[in-house]
Nanobody
Framework: QAQLVESGGGLVQPGGSLKLSCAVS????????MDWYRQAPGKQRELVAR???????LYGTSVTGRFMISRDVAKNTVHLQMNSLKSEDTAVYYC????????WGQGTQVTVSS
């Protein structure tokens, strides 16, 4: 039974924007540190954004100033707003709890290409 369902990915031109969503079941996003990771072909999974249970945020150097993580408590969903996208952002994006890891979901593919 999936606890993490990512969506919102797609094909976008460089400089464009996408908003990813992570629908969470089985635990409250308000009580967990929530992370967004990404994995490009041939590369390790890397942390790109984190939001603490109190709302503090952390971003990877490569995405700071361009990405914003947020939490919708009413929908028990975590979002990743991605702006000024570039080809290096192409990857499968995953969410997970940073407090208590769940099985990884399928992720959502983001492809930045002209």
């Amino acid at each position: 039974q999936a606890q993490l369902v990512e969506s919102g990915g797609g094909l976008v031109q460089p400089g464009g924007s996408l908003k990813l969503s992570c629908a969470v079941s089985g635990f409250s996003v308000s009580a967990h540190v929530m992370d967004w990771y990404r994995q490009a072909p041939g590369k390790q999974r890397e942390l790109v954004a984190r939001i603490g249970s109190g709302g503090s945020t952390l971003y990877g150097t490569s995405v700071t100033g361009r990405f914003m993580i947020s939490r919708d408590v009413a929908k028990n969903t975590v979002h990743l707003q991605m702006n000024s996208l570039k080809s290096e952002d192409t990857a499968v994006y995953y969410c997970n709890s940073g407090s208590s890891r769940r099985p990884w979901g399928q992720g959502t593919q983001v492809t930045v290409s002209s």
